[in-house]
């Protein structure tokens, strides 16, 4: 909705008014922002006000006697006027030595994600990009029953994954030791990309599928690495706060049920969180998404702040997840100051 129009009266109140619903989650009346808002204006005035909003769109009345809430279009004049007033960010030297001793890039995703849902008091999450640089540090082959074998791959920054693999014809203990040895001897040290595009290569070698040996080894280590392929990172914590803000706003049963519906469903299938998360912030720097500015219409009860950062390694995005009845001025400086701290030499 265009602001045009809106005097600086007409933005205290709704400021005044976004503030006081998000804190309290009912709906609040033209006598409490009369006796509250600090403007000295009667309740008429501040009615009058009020009708002017909502006809502009910002505010909406849930029952003809009830006080107002704000639409998507109030909540987004309220966060603008925020982004006019932030500050600097700052770095959290507590959070940066807990994050120095994480041991592997997924320790310190899932760290930075606890940090900001208990922080923010909403759902935090941590999204890396798809990792190039990940090595092949180890493969074994483990015979579970005679033609079924587990192939465990290892690769630098403690990533390590299984793979159950049916086989044409029984395997050894013996002969799996030796294919793991011929796979570790050749392709230890190749990023999981060249790993896998090398082994697709010598598997098409005619003359080297004679030796049984090796087209067993070929054949279980590109199973093996097509599972391992470096993938994106997302890390999500803090699902109980969503329920305990869902639960004390004030709509009916239904409407909260319909919303975790909505949400629980992407967070345990990550990918399509990923999904929506890589369409919607498409920039650097920070981003905040509220309600039916989402493209996707399952985020719609939804409102995000995420913004990115980048830790000399790779670039990343974290922020939080929450109702559109969010805590925006903590949202915005938990996230600020959080990718501050990641970004910063100091702090890793």
């Not at 033209?30 to 600090?38: D, F, I, R, V, Y």
């Not at 909003?53 to 006080?67: I, K, V």
């Not at 960010?89 to 310190?108: E, F, G, I, Q």
């Amino acid at each position: 909705m265009a602001t045009t129009g809106l005097g600086d009266r007409q933005r205290r109140i709704l400021a005044r008014l976004v503030a006081e619903y998000i804190e309290q989650g009912e709906p609040v009346s033209s006598a409490w922002l009369a006796e509250h808002s600090a403007l000295g204006l009667s309740s008429a005035t501040v009615r009058n006000i009020l009708a002017h909003l909502e006809d502009q769109g910002f505010l909406r009345q849930p029952h003809t006697s009830a006080g107002r809430v704000p639409t998507d279009s109030g909540y987004r004049l309220y966060v603008d006027w925020l982004l006019g007033t932030r500050r600097r960010p700052r770095t959290l030297p507590a959070l940066a030595a807990r994050l120095r001793h994480a041991a592997t890039v997924t320790d310190r995703l899932q760290g930075v994600s606890q940090e900001l849902s208990r922080a923010s008091h909403q759902i935090g999450f941590a999204l890396a990009p798809a990792d190039p640089t990940v090595r092949l540090r180890h493969i074994d082959f483990v015979r579970l029953e005679e033609k079924r074998v587990l192939v465990v791959l290892v690769a630098t920054g403690g990533q390590i994954t299984h793979k159950v693999i049916d086989t044409d014809t029984p395997c050894d203990d013996v002969v799996l030791t030796q294919a793991a040895n011929y796979v570790n001897a050749e392709f230890t040290g190749l990023t999981l990309h060249e790993a896998r595009t090398a082994i697709v290569a010598r598997m098409r070698q005619e003359r080297m599928l004679y030796d049984a040996l090796v087209a067993r080894a070929l054949q279980l280590a590109q199973a093996g690495l097509k599972e391992a392929m470096p993938q994106e990172t997302l890390h999500v914590e803090g699902t109980s706060f969503l329920l305990d803000e869902l639960l004390g706003e004030s709509v009916s049963p239904e409407h909260t049920l319909e919303t975790l519906r909505a949400l629980l469903p992407m967070i345990e299938e990550k990918h399509r969180l990923v999904d929506l998360l890589t369409r919607s912030i498409e920039s650097n720097g920070l981003t905040i998404l509220i309600g039916s500015e989402h493209s996707s219409p399952d985020l719609h009860p939804f409102s995000l702040v995420a913004t990115t950062f980048n830790d000399g390694q790779r670039t990343g995005t974290i922020g939080v997840i929450g109702p559109t009845r969010m805590r925006y001025e903590k949202a915005i400086s938990v996230v600020d100051s959080v990718s501050q701290t990641l970004s910063d030499p100091l702090g890793r």
